[in-house]
Structures are given as C-alpha cells and as structure tokens.
C-alpha cells in the first residue's frame, strides 16, 4: 500500500521516517526532486558532503595562480577592520 502524506495550508509536506529510512536520508542530507511527464515525481537521494576532504578543489579557478595562506590570511584581516 502506498504511503499517504498530507499537505498543509502553506503547501507543505512532512515525509515519513519510513520514507526517509528507505532513502536513507538524515537530518543535514538533502532530497532531489525530478518532475515526470505523467505527473509523478521522482524523490532521490542528494547527500551532502560530510567529510571536508571532499571540497578539494572547489575553490580552484582555471588560469588564477595559487595563493598563499599568508595572503589569505592578511586578505581575511583586512575584511575584519573594513
């Protein structure tokens, strides 16, 4: 039997533990959504990361030259005092 989720007044909806269990989704995780042609919607799992060695690279500009944690840091205490 399919679950039942009820919506609220503001358009809201609250999943199941069962359904998040089933997707294996935790507090700080998120879901992905995909709208189907024939009106149904498709929920998958979109963990976030969890370990900061995942962000390797994130910052990374293709062309830009490296910089230095000293610059970084005289860059981050020029912002504190405005």
């Given at each position: 039997m399919p679950l039942e989720l009820t919506v609220t007044a503001k358009g809201q909806v609250t999943l199941?533990?069962?359904?998040?269990?089933?997707?294996?989704?935790?507090?700080?995780?998120?879901?992905?959504?995909?709208l189907m042609p024939d009106?149904?919607?498709?929920?998958?799992?979109?963990?976030?990361?969890?370990?900061?060695?995942?962000?390797?690279?994130?910052?990374?500009r293709p062309g830009a030259p490296p910089v230095a944690l000293e610059d970084m840091q005289h860059a981050i205490e020029q912002g504190r005092r405005g």
């Open positions: 199941k533990r069962e359904l998040l269990r089933h997707l294996g989704i935790g507090p700080g995780d998120r879901i992905g959504v995909t009106g149904k919607v498709e929920l998958t799992t979109a963990h976030t990361a969890h370990d900061i060695r995942t962000l390797r690279g994130a910052l990374k």
